[in-house]
């Protein structure tokens, strides 16, 4: 198959060999005429060769690659690249799990589907497109979808429209296959209940599973704070481990409901847990509570590189705060989503943190997303999540 061409710059052309899957506007030399955003285009240098195939979008990033070598049939390939990111899963014990019934199964560019979020929940699969060209071809990933699912596929929910919203005013969010808005999952034979209509992202932070597993090893007999607690994964962790004391700490009454509506799950109604709709930083400011363990998780400080130094100041008082806090002897849980902060950013936040609040702070553990979020070796961009766990004293 081809598709309208974008010729690029020769000089332009390295980063699309190393397999880099962005090509940014200020190395296209030629566009083809009436080209729109979303459509699908093979990249070319000045001599003709081929180099890659993509998405074309209006924008820094002017083309996300799919593919670095030509397409022979498109659906085929599509379906190609979901059969590779199950399998992958299958892989690593996720896929028929007694235990965990939910994961990420194609994680954009770390699966080679730039824009493109697909998360499974026992039987709902959740997308999100984050580029018009994805959204254009959604309904077909539906149908690959009921192929390589079959019966076990109940309903697939389409949540593009927040993400989209710059782009397309047309898209709403809606099932394409089936009927479903909420559901009840497993993660580590602990039940949660997820929304993927008033939910955030696609309902459910998956990619802290292995990190609220973490948890436990620190929770046991202790006084937990669990801040920007969104449904209370980590409040749960908790407690399952035997904690003394959890507090859930969110901005959002929506999230402190499903943060208890989570508890009531795990029959632990009558454990000693509270939830707080409070600004993170004021409830630090009164609280008398003494805390043993700590979490913070706040949502992204940074969407944007503009944002960036605005967000290590958050970063750095969020930290500060916390250490200040503390009892001594502490453990902290902390963490950046935001993918314009590097690991090295937010290493010196925490540092410039510690060194204010005048306490001894030592790294434990190095966290990051699970292997279901993978990221390409030629996509380091792709590794967002950073997350340290500290011992303070």
Not at 358 to 387: A, I, M, N, W
Request: with cysteine; charged share 20%.
């Amino acid at each position: 198959m081809s598709f309208p061409q974008v010729v690029l710059h020769q000089s332009k052309t390295a980063a699309v060999q190393r397999y880099h899957p962005w090509i940014f506007s200020g190395a296209i030399k030629k566009l083809p005429k009436g080209i729109l955003d979303g459509d699908i285009v093979d990249v070319t240098d000045e001599r003709g060769r081929h180099l890659a195939t993509g998405h074309y979008s209006v924008g820094s990033i002017a083309v996300r690659v799919f593919s670095f070598a030509p397409i022979a049939d498109l659906r085929s390939f599509w379906k190609q690249k979901f059969e590779n990111a199950l399998a992958l899963r299958k892989s690593l014990g996720l896929v028929n799990n007694t235990a965990t019934n939910c994961y990420r199964l194609i994680f954009a560019e770390g699966d080679g589907m730039p824009g493109l979020i697909v998360d499974w929940y026992n039987g709902t699969a959740v997308i999100q497109c984050h580029s018009l060209g994805m959204n254009k071809v959604k309904k077909i990933f539906t149908e690959i979808l009921k192929e390589i699912y079959g019966s076990r596929l109940v309903a697939v929910y389409d949540k593009s429209a927040a993400t989209l919203h710059s782009n397309d005013k047309s898209t709403t969010d809606g099932c394409l296959y089936g009927t479903s808005h909420t559901g009840e999952i497993l993660e580590n034979n602990l039940k949660f209940k997820v929304d993927w209509v008033q939910g955030q992202k696609t309902g459910f932070f998956i990619d802290q599973r292995d990190n609220r597993a973490l948890l436990q090893h620190y929770a046991k007999g202790k006084n937990v704070l669990n801040t920007f607690c969104y449904s209370g994964g980590f409040s749960v962790y908790a407690l399952q481990a035997g904690a003394a004391l959890v507090h859930s700490v969110d901005s959002s009454a929506k999230a402190v409901e499903w943060t208890n509506e989570n508890m009531t799950l795990n029959n632990f109604s009558d454990a000693n847990h509270r939830a707080f709709a409070q600004d993170v930083f004021e409830y630090f400011a009164a609280c008398e509570t003494a805390y043993d363990v700590m979490v913070l998780d706040p949502p992204a400080f940074a969407k944007n590189l503009g944002a960036k130094h605005n967000a290590l100041k958050a970063y750095k008082r969020l930290n500060e705060t916390a250490f200040k806090k503390i009892n001594s002897g502490g453990i902290v849980f902390t963490f950046s989503c935001s993918q314009v902060i590097t690991t090295e950013l937010f290493y010196g936040a925490v540092m410039a943190a510690a060194i204010d609040a005048g306490r001894t702070v030592q790294v434990l553990h190095q966290l990051s997303q699970p292997p279901d979020h993978p990221s390409s070796v030629f996509h380091p961009e792709g590794k967002y999540l950073k997350g340290l766990v500290l011992s303070i004293t």
